[in-house]
Antibody
Framework: QLQLQESGPGLVKPSETLSLTCTVS??????????WGWIRQPPGKGLEWIGS???????YYNPSLKSRVTISVDTSKNQFSLKLSSVTAADTAVYYC??????????????WGQGTLVTVSS | SYELTQPPSVSVSPGQTARITCSGD??????AYWYQQKPGQAPVLVIY???ERPSGIPERFSGSSSGTTVTLTISGVQAEDEADYYC?????????????FGGGTKLTVL
């Protein structure tokens, strides 16, 4: 059974960089069929896709966040990571990592981590 | 930017049928997906490719599509179905499909 687990600081200061890692177990991150993505959810609000990465390192991001986001992958550790720079209180959210399937006219997330709350505050 | 529109809330009594709609201009060209999210939990996929049901999801969950609107139907609603439901699709105008979520619908079981 595929499992994903987010890890990283739960508190980040304004203007600093948020860094999270997702560890994948029960399957290989190097599978040719899947991307790996990050999604966030501010408290009491809806879901927002941040971006996704292929095991080769190919990335694509939500245009609204692209200038501040970097997603990377470490296949030797079966992990992928998120960095979000210049954070503000508006970036306070539960951050999820998920397996991202992309096919013709079809894209969705089938396995999700449990999520981790990141609060931006001084 | 591309948007998916859902009603903020839907209320039904136990045993009745709940219908949650999701509207978006690209839905005729991109499949839609539905996720159920209960408080404090990660979303769970309940419908994929407009109308397919993943293994382990009860038969009372179904999906349909008509033009620019997709609908999640829950027949014989149970108390355990009370949750937030999100539709998700993609904007296919670029090289890669940019993922879009609807704003979510809170299903209340009266």
């Amino acid at each position: 059974q595929l499992q994903l687990q987010e890890s990283g600081p739960g508190l980040v200061k304004p203007s600093e960089t948020l860094s999270l890692t997702c560890t994948v177990s029960g399957g290989s991150i190097s599978s040719s069929s899947y991307y790996w993505g990050w999604i966030r959810q501010p408290p009491g609000k809806g879901l927002e896709w941040i971006g996704s990465i292929y095991y080769s390192g190919s990335t694509y991001y939500n245009p609204s966040l692209k200038s501040r986001v970097t997603i990377s992958v470490d296949t030797s550790k079966n992990q992928f990571s998120l960095k979000l720079s210049s954070v503000t209180a508006a970036d306070t959210a539960v951050y999820y990592c998920a397996r991202h399937l992309i096919a013709a006219a079809a894209t969705h997330f089938d396995y999700w981590g449990q999520g981790t709350l990141v609060t931006v505050s001084s | 930017s591309y948007e998916l529109t859902q009603p903020p809330s839907v209320s039904v009594s136990p045993g009745q049928t709940a219908r949650i709609t999701c509207s978006g201009d690209a839905l005729p060209k991109q499949y839609a997906y539905w996720y159920q999210q209960k408080p404090g939990q990660a979303p769970v996929l309940v419908i994929y490719k407009d109308s397919e049901r993943p293994s382990g999801i009860p038969e009372r969950f179904s999906g349909s599509s008509s033009g620019t609107t997709v609908t999640l139907t829950i027949s014989g609603v149970q108390a355990e179905d009370e949750a937030d439901y999100y539709c998700q699709s993609a904007d296919s105008s670029g090289t890669y499909p940019h993922v879009v979520f609807g704003g979510g619908t809170k299903l209340t079981v009266l």
